[in-house]
């Protein structure tokens, strides 16, 4: 770019440091549930391992794990019918409500 006096200026772009850090923020986040998933996983693995019964404990474990992807399944389910007011969903009805679409 020139100015009135003939002198020629550049204008150096800065990089956009906050968009980079909102990205690697969750890029960390994303690795820290895998990190802690991969850790719950090795522990569970260990206890059924050690245990005196392996195949009684496995199933218990697995059992335990089951309730726990179920609990938050319907966690979550909930909440977004609650956002939308969607209504229910059951194995045979699907309900929906008045909502924001």
Excluded: C, H, W
Excluded at 36 to 58: C, H, K, M, S, Y
Aim: no cysteine.
């Amino acid at each position: 770019m020139q100015d009135q006096r003939g002198i020629i200026m550049t204008v150096k772009k800065q990089k956009n440091t906050s968009k980079i850090k909102k990205a690697q923020g969750k890029n960390s986040e994303e690795k820290r549930f895998n990190n802690a998933l991969i850790a719950f996983g090795t522990l569970a693995q260990e206890r059924v391992r050690n245990a005196q019964d392996p195949f009684a404990t496995g199933i218990k474990v697995a059992g335990q794990i089951r309730r726990l992807a179920e609990q938050i399944e319907y966690e979550v389910r909930d909440e977004s019918m609650a956002l939308t007011e969607a209504g229910y969903a059951s194995g045979d009805i699907v309900g929906v409500g008045i909502g924001v679409f």
